[in-house]
T-cell receptor
Framework: GQQVMQIPQYQHVQEGEDFTTYCNSS?????IQWYKQRPGGHPVFLIQ?????EVKKQKRLTFQFGEAKKNSSLHITATQTTDVGTYFC??????????FGTGTRLTIIP | DVKVTQSSRYLVKRTGEKVFLECVQD?????MFWYRQDPGLGLRLIYF???????EKGDIPEGYSVSREKKERFSLILESASTNQTSMYLC??????????FGPGTRLTVL
């Protein structure tokens, strides 16, 4: 079945440094979503990408969908302590089911 | 404010017990989902439903069943709880396969 992998599993960065998480699917996706889960919280939707090669920005966050629609990335510029949490990608495949990635847990060193 | 609520934040049960986890959404969403979340494994889909009385198996349905008698309510049932079902259980709902709204989660411990 469809698999979605994320790397890295963990990332520790100094406050102010940049952060990137990568998402790779075993199959072509019709769209990809990104979620953020704060410690002790539940996943909260950030954004959805639909088009091949699409790039979207939300303040310091930049989301990219690969040309082949099999991979995606989330880049955070100049991390802040409020960015702490686990970031999940989730892709919709041909079966229209949303498959979540394994997540990247981001910790910030003040 | 849109909401997905789950019946318990924490639950402790014994091996062999029947366990009910309830989820209610107030957004009139057609689609509802049950996931379990374990460290290093992300969110794994157990069951989902696109309509009342409809249910579909997800990726890890073994040991679970579900019930959707009303549009706003989706229940997850563990017929005979086992220790390997100790996990965080998350319910979510969506409209038109768009963004999913999650409940706060139920941390279930099976002793």
């Amino acid at each position: 079945g469809q698999q979605v992998m994320q790397i890295p599993q963990y990332q520790h960065v100094q406050e102010g440094e940049d952060f990137t998480t990568y998402c790779n699917s075993s199959t072509t996706l019709s769209n990809i979503q990104w979620y953020k889960q704060r410690p002790g919280g539940h996943p909260v939707f950030l954004i959805q990408l639909v088009k091949s090669g699409e790039v979207k920005k939300q303040k310091r966050l930049t989301f990219q969908f690969g040309e082949a629609k099999k991979n995606s990335s989330l880049h955070i510029t100049a991390t802040q302590t409020t960015d702490v949490g686990t970031y999940f990608c989730a892709g919709t495949g041909g079966n229209e089911k949303l498959t979540f990635g394994t997540g990247t847990r981001l910790t910030i060193i003040p | 404010d849109v909401k997905v609520t789950q019946s318990s934040r924490y639950l402790v049960k014994r091996t062999g017990e029947k366990v009910f986890l309830e989820c209610v959404q107030d957004m009139d969403h057609e689609n509802m989902f049950w996931y379990r979340q374990d460290p290093g494994l992300g969110l794994r889909l157990i069951y989902f439903s696109y309509d009342v009385k409809m249910k579909e198996k997800g990726d890890i349905p073994e040991g679970y069943s579900v019930s959707r008698e009303k549009k706003e309510r989706f229940s997850l049932i563990l017929e005979s709880a086992s220790t390997n079902q100790t996990s965080m259980y998350l319910c979510a709902s969506s409209r038109d396969h768009k963004e999913q709204f999650f409940g706060p989660g139920t941390r279930l411990t099976v002793l």
